[in-house]
């Protein structure tokens, strides 16, 4: 059988990246230079080292993620079906599966199943999310919510298991036949079991392997990668733990910057592999912004505003005041929720004349719905809406939509409709084996009316173009800074690569501003609805319409 040689020349970054021994490892760097490549060959190369069982198979499972399900098959899979043709790698579509199967020349084969899966299918992620996995390759990671990097760590290094065939073997006559891998402590002696028996260790080497362009200096890379923490965790002991399970690189720029001007930097790697060497890059420098020049070709953190903001009409100095809005205590509150894998509430007021005003935003980095509603929402409402009533709670439709994991859809849980009680009233316990107390939100959560992108941005741009009696029909808090930065551009159509007139995609870029956006159109809807306060005599009689929930009717 003759199998496709694979000529895979390391790059300087790329060799410190494949021989570092940290469980997960990251690289950054411009657009070009290889990144991607490093993570699926060390993929292969994971795969290839992985030691066989006792039929000679040496088996792994990858999973491989990407933001959007377009860019994973135009992008994600056609990098992966270059370097591992056809006769190296199987793959299928509907879902997308690699089988990377070959012989080996000391009779022994690899085999590694890669399942390609975009975040854009929550019901995907959530299947993949409950396999057990060798490895995790996060491709362009500043596009992916650290929940998922958390999630990635729970599930890898946990094929192959002892039943894939790595245990002892022994014949008829009591000879070991097969030797499986074992544990072996700090003097290099297997370990053992408390009966007596020895501890296996199938899975070889477990990996998390991550590659992006350059993020935002507050995106969670940058948190890991250059203050050694997340913002949410920075005592000591959370910096040891990233110092000893992370690894960081970043790629050099193709040119160094000198005035105006852009020389060709000598140290710049990959350039010999790219179509016309560094007039790759210099062709890129025509026609693009500065920030977009400062983020994708000198790989320097930074954020690119070269989409079509999804909010024009959006006036920073007109609709956000210099300070935060006030709570209009005599006014409900609503409140617009996002789920999936960035939990996000918005919560925001109507008065009676119609000006909607966002007051408070909540967004989540690494927790689940749960978490989030039980440590972070339910203890802001009762700090700062005490005994205020709720008018509304929305959700998108799709974390209250059922299907296989309807008892954990995000309205289910914020509704305590999963947790089961036994005949003295007491929860019983879940599948994980735990305990869960109800969350007693105090209000029920439903399904936003619709799901449809147009008639929710339509919900918003309504406020935005309107006056109230002098005012705008629109205003956030300086309190709320991911609704803002969205609106002023990080909440985008994206441009598309086309020649000619500039075109950009129909729906918004799924992205960290996204999430807050989404949120904040459920809220918009909400208060079309009719949730507008009475101001006549009679406003008291007509406060029926409300939900009859304090927020400390827990």
């Known amino acids: 059988?003759?199998?496709?040689?694979?000529?895979?020349?390391?790059?300087?970054?790329?060799?410190?990246?494949?021989?570092?021994?940290?469980?997960?490892?990251?690289?950054?760097?411009?657009?070009?230079?290889?990144?991607?490549?490093?993570?699926?060959?060390?993929?292969?190369?994971?795969?290839?080292?992985?030691?066989?069982n006792s039929d000679g198979i040496r088996k792994t499972k990858w999973g491989i993620f990407r933001n959007t399900y377009d860019q994973l098959e135009s992008t994600t899979l056609a990098t992966f079906k270059q370097w591992l043709p056809w006769d190296v790698c199987s793959i299928t579509m509907k879902p997308i599966r690699g089988m990377i199967k070959y012989p080996l020349a000391d009779g022994t084969t690899v085999e590694a199943l890669c399942m390609f899966v975009s975040v854009d299918r929550p019901d995907d992620v959530k299947k993949l999310l409950s396999l057990e996995?060798?490895?995790?390759?996060?491709?362009?990671?500043?596009?992916?919510?650290?929940?998922?990097?958390?999630?990635?760590?729970?599930?890898i290094g946990r094929y192959p298991s002892q039943i894939d065939g790595y245990t002892d073997v022994y014949d008829n006559n009591g000879e070991l036949t097969y030797s499986a891998p074992k544990e072996l402590d700090s003097s290099g002696n297997v370990t053992f079991n408390k009966d007596g028996t020895p501890k296996y260790k199938p899975c070889?080497?477990?990996?998390?392997?991550?590659?992006?362009n350059?993020?935002?200096?507050?995106?969670?890379?940058?948190?890991?990668?250059?203050?050694?923490?997340?913002?949410?965790?920075?005592?000591?002991?959370?910096?040891?733990?990233?110092?000893?399970?992370?690894?960081?690189?970043?790629?050099?720029?193709?040119?160094?910057?000198?005035?105006?001007?852009?020389?060709?930097?000598?140290?710049?790697?990959?350039?010999?592999?790219?179509?016309?060497?560094?007039?790759?890059?210099?062709?890129?420098?025509?026609?693009?912004?500065?920030?977009?020049?400062n983020v994708m070709i000198m790989g320097n953190y930074g954020t690119i505003k070269d989409g079509k903001p999804v909010y024009p009409q959006y006036n920073d100095r007109i609709h956000c005041p210099e300070k935060p809005l006030k709570i209009l205590e005599?006014?409900?509150?609503?409140?617009?929720?996002?789920?999936?894998?960035?939990p996000t509430c918005i919560i925001g007021q109507q008065t009676e004349r119609g000006q909607l005003r966002i007051i408070a935003e909540m967004v989540s980095e690494d927790m689940g719905v749960r978490q989030f509603a039980r440590d972070i929402v339910k203890p802001f409402l009762q700090r700062n809406f005490y005994g205020m009533k709720i008018a509304f709670s929305y959700i998108d439709p799709a974390g209250a939509g059922r299907?296989?994991?309807?008892?954990?859809?995000?309205?289910?849980?914020?509704?305590?409709?999963?947790?089961?009680?036994?005949?003295?009233?007491?929860?019983?316990?879940?599948?994980?084996?735990?305990i869960l107390q109800p969350l007693n939100m105090g209000f029920e959560t439903e399904k936003a009316p619709t799901n449809d992108p147009t008639r929710r941005i339509d919900a918003v741009t309504s406020y935005l173009i309107k006056m109230v009696d002098g005012e705008p029909g629109y205003l956030v808090s300086r309190s709320c800074p991911m609704i803002r930065k969205g609106k002023i551009g990080g909440y985008q159509y994206k441009r598309m690569q086309m020649s000619g007139e500039e075109r950009y995609k129909d729906k918004p870029d799924k992205n960290k501003y996204s999430h807050p956006a989404d949120a904040e159109?459920?809220?918009?809807?909400?208060?079309?609805?009719?949730?507008?306060?009475?101001?006549?005599?009679?406003?008291?009689?007509?406060?029926?319409?409300?939900?009859?929930?304090?927020?400390?009717?827990?």
Request: glycine share 10%; aromatic share 10%; charged share 25%.
């Open 1 to 52: 059988m003759i199998i496709t040689t694979i000529n895979y020349i390391a790059s300087p970054t790329g060799a410190k990246f494949h021989a570092s021994n940290k469980v997960v490892r990251g690289v950054l760097g411009p657009v070009g230079n290889g990144k991607s490549v490093m993570c699926i060959n060390e993929i292969h190369r994971l795969a290839v080292l992985q030691e066989p």
């Open 403 to 434: 299907g296989e994991a309807e008892a954990k859809s995000a309205m289910n849980i914020l509704n305590d409709e999963y947790i089961e009680y036994n005949e003295d009233g007491e929860s019983v316990l879940n599948e994980d084996g735990d």
């Open 214 to 293: 350059p993020p935002e200096d507050d995106h969670w890379w940058y948190q890991l990668a250059e203050d050694g923490c997340l913002k949410s965790n920075k005592s000591a002991e959370a910096k040891r733990a990233v110092t000893e399970i992370f690894d960081f690189f970043r790629g050099p720029a193709p040119f160094l910057k000198e005035g105006d001007n852009y020389i060709d930097n000598p140290l710049a790697e990959n350039i010999k592999f790219l179509p016309g060497g560094y007039k790759y890059y210099r062709d890129m420098l025509a026609g693009n912004s500065e920030d977009h020049i």
């Open 133 to 155: 996995l060798t490895g995790v390759f996060l491709n362009e990671a500043r596009e992916l919510p650290y929940a998922l990097v958390k999630a990635a760590r729970e599930r």
């Open 521 to 554: 159109q459920y809220l918009a809807l909400g208060f079309m609805g009719g949730y507008v306060v009475d101001s006549s005599d009679d406003y008291d009689d007509d406060f029926d319409d409300y939900e009859d929930v304090g927020v400390m009717g827990y």
């Open 330 to 342: 005599d006014l409900p509150i609503g409140l617009g929720w996002d789920g999936g894998l960035t």
């Open 204 to 212: 070889t080497r477990k990996a998390l392997l991550m590659d992006t």
